[in-house]
């Protein structure tokens, strides 16, 4: 291997894992002044331009301010547990590709930071770890509101998840392969039987785009599910205890799993970075594709923010009756419906 | 809580640990020792060893310093899991002596101690104590004062029921209702602000009539907001009445009939919203309320989400009583005859209004002075709030902030 083909691997994996943390910065500032629209009202608008440098502001706030750890917690899960939300969320991106595979120069790049056989499985496994963070911060801050937290996160967790595995198990169906790319690749082009239609399996599996799409709000612990966290029920929930930016990490969690949620939705229903009849070359073609995965991702955060500041809190018991008696029966009826349509593929 | 509980096991050196680890250690573990004794007895009982599914009670201290007991309430909750087995309200963190305060000054002066009762609904709780007192005296307050002070009752409540609207959506997670409520009490405060001064305390109403007249524009300004504000109500309502988990949160929570709200005594949209067609304004008609035209919404069901529907059609109602009593408003006398020195002879008397959250009353004992002998208020917080326990029975922690919110209290007002 080359000076330059480190180089490269140092460009497509560790860079993506850096812009992820720095996105939340304009995220923050895109949520609010979102937030102050819906709600009739300016927003942030009085540091810097449009008022972009408030979220610098309130990070720089955060990581001055005094972390105040509680006499009677567990300290070392306590200290653990944030930094265990922000492992999860931002290593989940690993597998997903932001860009197609480029040819610069005789050298073959792939646009994802691992192209992993078993990238959807290793998504579920790392999303399923960021429950610990929660569960953990909630058990050892030794508070009783953060332990209500904790196990309104682990009752949540079993009502969305196999819900949200199963939609997607759609999608595996569909493209026979648990690869990222090649779930991408297989999206690509439009339909032989509507050619004006793109190839996404958002129009085959609409149902487990729904299914999926309600779980990754719970997901992503955000309203009509931010249960764990419930602010006028649990005073914070979780992360109660929590001061400077060990509370910022949690929130810094919260906006890279948003991000990670939406470039899933977009990469697993609305065919990643491809579009049709956009066939990328060189460097051009891959920042083109780029730009395309990013402007689907934006759109999915955009309505992340929008159902956040239109409705209730659902109660937990209610979201647990939701995830084992609608959407799961939802995301088995998709199921039979992909193999279906695969066999009939198959068939002809 | 390990490091306290390694320190009670004494692994760890002593002058590692602080006089305050060692009290913790000795608390947790005079705990730990206190629930073994009870399962060893339940289990005595019982004659079966305990097990994972026994009923573990938690004491859950729910304020005061909560994000959503509308100030400084606290309830003692004795929990299963979420499940309320057991919610006392613990209220008194706001206790400013009021009543007492009453006793030592003259009649004029207690206006602005109504002020900071319910705080949020001043003039109404100013009009209260106005109207008692003109009881006593046997004063007749003129037309117009009559007039304003309804309107300024009405605007006050849009302004108490918007709060209440804004506040109890928060509570259940829909953040948006919030800002919109807020915008249009702004304007009322505005109001408010152009009338009398203030926008909060408003000290409005004079024994026997108003501090002042109207300012130029104000009745016009006043019909344009009234006009434009069902529209505004039905932006709140496409938020919320027809929302699912809205309705989901709501429908059958803190269920209550109407024969036990009046053995509870409550009052005010909670007994209508169970109904029963309690309204003061209707039942006991004060100032020029029985010339008026409006209904008195009353819903079957009693639960969290009548009440809601209750308040948000009080709301129309009022907009109705404005409009009409802008109608009727002529040039005339603000302030009746009243003796410069106020000095009611020896009687006792109770005279009562319909405050956004109930029967507001006061009753004066007075003993020939220019002060009152003993002064007892009728607040409908208070008396609303002694049905909470009832009401959080067997719900869960999530519906306990909606049920504070659903009976609408003020702390100011609970604690006076």
Redo the contacts between chains.
């Keep these: 291997m080359t000076l330059v083909d480190g180089a490269i691997v140092v460009l497509r994996v560790v860079v993506p894992a850096l812009i992820l943390p720095a996105l939340v910065i304009p995220l923050v500032w895109v949520e609010r002044r979102v ?1 102050a629209f ?4 300016p927003g942030p608008n009085r540091v810097g331009p449009f008022g972009l440098l408030q979220s610098p502001a309130d990070i720089i706030k955060l990581f001055t301010k005094e972390d105040v750890v509680p ?5 070392f899960l306590f200290l653990l547990a944030p930094s265990l939300a922000v492992f999860a969320a931002l290593s989940t991106f690993a597998v997903v590709p932001y860009g197609p595979t480029i040819r610069v120069a005789g050298k073959v790049i792939p646009m994802v930071g691992a192209d992993v056989s078993v990238g959807l499985l290793y998504v579920f496994a790392i999303t399923s770890l960021s429950v610990y963070a929660i569960v953990l911060a909630g058990w050892s801050s ?1 508070d ?2 953060s332990l ?1 937290g904790g ?2 996160s682990s009752a949540q967790i079993i009502s969305y998840e196999l819900a949200m595995t199963t939609a997607a198990a759609g999608v595996v169906l569909a493209a026979g392969s648990f690869r990222l790319t090649d779930i991408v690749a297989m999206q690509e082009g439009t339909f032989r039987l509507l050619p004006v239609v793109p190839r996404w399996n958002f129009f085959p599996q609409v149902i487990g785009f729904i299914v999926f799409f309600v779980s990754a709000f719970a997901e992503t612990n955000r ?2 599910f ?1 249960l764990p966290e ?6 914070a929930g979780y992360h109660t205890e929590y001061s400077a930016m060990r509370f910022g990490s949690y929130f810094l969690a919260e906006y890279i799993n948003v991000i990670v949620a939406s470039a899933m939705t977009a990469t697993l229903y609305f065919g990643g970075w491809s579009l049709p009849g956009f066939h990328p070359e060189g460097w051009l073609g891959g920042l083109l594709g780029l730009l395309i995965f990013a402007a689907k991702t934006a759109f999915f955060v955009l309505v992340f923010i929008w159902v956040r ?10 979201l647990m009756r939701l995830g084992w008696k609608t959407l799961l029966p939802l995301s088995l009826a998709n199921l039979l419906w992909v193999a279906l349509l695969a066999i009939w593929r198959t068939s002809r | ?4 509980l390694r320190a009670a096991a004494g692994t760890m050196s002593d002058d590692k640990i602080s006089q ?2 060692k009290d ?1 250690a000795a608390y947790f573990a005079e705990r730990a020792k206190a629930a073994a004794a009870r399962a060893a007895e339940a289990s005595a009982v019982t004659g079966t060893p305990p097990t994972l599914f026994d009923v573990q009670e ?1 004491e ?2 729910f304020g005061p310093q ?3 007991t509308h100030g400084v309430l606290r309830i003692v909750l004795k929990v299963d ?2 499940k309320i087995l057991e919610a006392k309200p613990d209220v008194g963190y706001l206790h400013r002596g009021t009543e007492k305060l009453f006793e030592t000054e003259t009649y004029p002066m207690g206006v602005p101690h109504t002020d900071r009762m319910d705080y949020v609904a001043a003039a109404t709780n100013n009009h209260a104590y106005c109207l008692t007192i003109e009881k006593l005296l046997a004063v007749e307050v003129p037309r117009r004062a009559q007039l304003i002070r309804v309107i300024l009752d009405e605007l006050q409540r849009l302004s108490s029921h918007l709060v209440w609207l804004g506040t109890s ?8 209702p919030f ?2 409520a807020f ?1 249009e009490r702004e304007q009322i405060l505005d109001f408010f602000e152009e009338y009398c001064g203030a926008r909060l305390t408003l000290n409005c109403m004079r024994i026997g009539g108003l501090p002042f007249d109207l300012t130029p524009g104000w009745t016009e300004r006043v019909a344009e907001f009234v006009d434009d504000l069902p529209a505004r109500i039905d932006e709140y309502e496409q ?2 009445t027809d ?1 699912r ?2 309705k ?2 709501t429908v059958g929570i803190g269920v209550i009939s109407g024969e036990e709200c009046i053995e509870w005594g409550l009052t005010g949209p909670v007994i209508r919203a169970s109904g029963v067609e309690w309204d003061l304004r209707r039942a006991q008609p004060y100032e020029c309320y029985e010339e008026l035209d409006f209904v008195v919404p009353t819903r079957q069901n009693g639960d969290t989400y009548d009440r809601y529907i209750v308040r948000v059609q009080e709301m129309r109602q009022s907009v109705r009583i404005v409009r009409q009593c802008l109608e009727r408003l002529e040039p005339g006398e603000i302030r009746g005859k009243v003796p410069r020195v106020i000095k009611p002879v020896a009687e006792e008397v109770y005279a009562s209004v319909e405050s956004p959250k109930g029967e507001l009353g006061f009753y004066c004992v007075s003993n020939g002075s220019n002060k009152p002998y003993r002064m007892h208020v009728r607040p409908p917080s208070f008396i609303n709030l002694q049905a909470l326990p009832r009401l959080a029975k067997g719900h ?6 909606a049920l504070i919110g659903t009976i609408d209290i003020v702390l100011g007002e609970v604690d006076r």
Excluded at chain 1, 71 to 75: F, H, I, Y
């Design positions: 937030a819906i709600q009739d009202r006499a009677a917690t567990d300290k030794n009783k509101f209500l196990i309104r309203l009509p931010d419930a602010e006028a029920e649990l005073v500041w239109t409705l209730p809190r659902f109660r937990y018991d209610q | 809580m390990e490091a306290a305050a680890e913790e938690m859950l201290n909560h994000p959503s899991g979420e959506g928060i509570d259940l997670g829909a953040v948006t800002w919109y915008r938020l919320l929302n988990i809205w989901k949160r869960l922690v999530s519906d306990l902030v």
